[in-house]
């Protein structure tokens, strides 16, 4: 059986800066500062990637390479997106960690593919079962790692890492492992290599750049309860309604497809069907048994979204895209936009050319245009910078003389690393105005920076305001130039991850 799986090329001269001593390298390990990730990360990858070019006798290196694991664990949810920009980083440190826990993910699964390929040669008929299957857990479970930081920060897959997946799943089968547990760092039964296997081939048919900050860890959390019952069957054809159903090729380097969206029979060189109706009806038998205002914060419902999607996408154009090739600057973050805005209105009053304020703002290019929005491109790394669902507002366009104003909604993004980032987003109807507003039965707060939307088309006149504000009918209290105008808050009809955007009447 061959098996193509990407390692690091070896040599046999003993590299004196590299620590072998098992004792010595589980000190230095957890001497590792805790809360300075940036070190931490170039120290392990300074040590672990050299461990890969050397030769080592098998059993010595899955020993030593059984001692990284809780490291590379720690280092891997510290870069969790909320917990990364919390730290004391810079933006530049922020986008190095995020690249750095990528090739560490990576660095630690070649050191275990190492292994595979050795032990796979040199079978000859007397292979430990038990230990071979819990080594190639152990491969699959840092590839499905390096994917879901991918994806957790808008990027796609790393190189190769699904041919490698379909290889080692491929292999465990044909060794029959695949089932078999794993025990986790605390010392607790884990999931299978299947379960992880399934569980990222289903998560890769989620359209991770399209997920709120977050929600990629969540979906991957859940769909790991859900995977047991899950079946992988040889063959390339199906009768019947194929939802539920999505074809696998082990010997290629493609994602899983919807089932929904191919004609059977499906060709290719080793093809497979991912049966995956029994958890989704198992998700589905969850929501039902909720009330219906709770269901749509479940995990369950964006998978099932995702998962049963209609023969016709629903990511279909509602409206006829034009290319376009245009500049816009933008800035990012209600804040940042309130400032701007302020300080604008401000210099345009006091007669002088009108200025926007201290925020930064960056330039976009549009690729296409259509009435309900843009696709953009911007020529860096949004790593740590950007999220589905952040607000941001147009502040000049190249082939505007006048300056206007166009709130944004990110709803797609793909974070293509040193290539760029590709942006897609949707206009809120209305020129928006900075004022300020308090929450009545909250006075002691003071007064918060603000948005004011006015009605346009179908839209009604709304407020953009700072999360935790809106309630349904709590009052508020609009600060609108000299104005006060007393508001009740309505509907809501946007949510962000810093803000809420709601409808509102007048309180007399």
């Not at 009605?455 to 953009?464: E, L």
Request: charged share 25%; glycine share 6%; aromatic share 8%.
């Amino acid at each position: 059986m061959t098996l193509l799986l990407t390692t690091p090329e070896q040599h046999s001269f003993q590299d004196p800066t590299l620590e072998l001593d098992e004792k010595r390298l589980k000190k230095w390990l957890a001497s590792l500062p805790v809360l300075n990730v940036g070190d931490s990360l170039r120290k392990v990858l300074d040590a672990l990637e050299p461990l890969n070019e050397q030769q080592l006798d098998v059993d010595r290196r899955l020993r030593l390479m059984s001692l990284y694991q809780a490291t590379v664990k720690r280092l891997y949810d510290a870069a969790e997106p909320l917990r990364l920009r919390q730290q004391p980083l810079s933006q530049q440190q922020r986008q190095h960690a995020v690249d750095q826990v990528e090739r560490l993910c990576l660095a630690t699964a070649n050191g275990f593919k190492i292994a595979i390929k050795e032990i796979h040669a040199g079978d000859t008929g007397t292979l430990d079962n038990a230990r071979f299957g819990q080594v190639l857990r152990w491969a699959v479970q840092q590839l499905a790692a390096a994917l879901l930081h991918s994806y957790r920060y808008y990027r796609p897959e790393p190189p190769f890492v699904f041919l490698e997946l379909n290889q080692l799943y491929r292999l465990a089968r044909h060794h029959g492992v695949q089932e078999q547990a794993g025990t986790a760092l605390d010392g607790k039964a884990s999931s299978s290599l299947a379960d992880i296997y399934q569980a990222t081939c289903l998560l890769s048919l989620t359209d991770p750049f399209s997920a709120a900050e977050g929600w990629v860890d969540r979906r991957f959390r859940s769909l790991l309860q859900y995977v047991p019952g899950t079946r992988i069957i040889p063959g390339n054809s199906w009768q019947g309604t194929p939802e539920g159903l999505f074809f696998i090729d082990l010997q290629s380097d493609s994602r899983p497809r919807h089932c929904v969206f191919l004609q059977s029979p499906v060709s290719g060189d080793d093809p497979h069907i991912l049966d995956a109706r029994v958890p989704l009806q198992r998700m589905h038998k969850t929501l039902a048994a909720l009330p219906a205002d709770r269901r749509g914060k479940r995990v369950e419902t964006g998978l099932l979204g995702t998962l049963l999607p209609e023969v016709t996408p629903r990511e279909r154009r509602r409206s006829t895209r034009r290319p376009a090739g245009r500049w816009i600057e933008v800035v990012t973050g209600l804040e940042a936009i309130c400032d701007y805005l302020a300080r604008y209105q401000r210099s345009a009053a006091a007669g002088g050319p009108a200025q926007g304020g201290a925020a930064d703002t960056t330039r976009w290019r549009i690729q296409d245009v259509s009435e309900q929005g843009y696709r953009l491109a911007w020529g860096e790394s949004a790593a740590s910078l950007l999220q589905v669902g952040d607000l941001v507002c147009v502040v000049a366009d190249s082939e505007e003389e006048k300056r206007s104003f166009q709130l944004l909604v990110i709803r797609w993004l793909c974070d293509e690393r040193d290539r760029g980032t590709g942006v897609g987003v949707e206009k809120l109807a209305g020129v928006p105005s900075p004022m300020r507003l308090e929450v009545v039965d909250d006075a002691a707060a003071g007064t918060r920076q603000a948005l004011f939307l006015p009605s346009a088309g179908d839209f009604a006149a709304r407020v953009v305001a700072p999360r935790k504000i809106y309630k349904k009918n709590r009052s508020l209290r609009l600060h609108v130039g000299d104005r006060q105008v007393p508001v009740c808050c309505t509907v809501r009809v946007e949510r962000g991850p810093g803000f809420d955007c709601f409808e509102f009447t007048s309180a007399h």
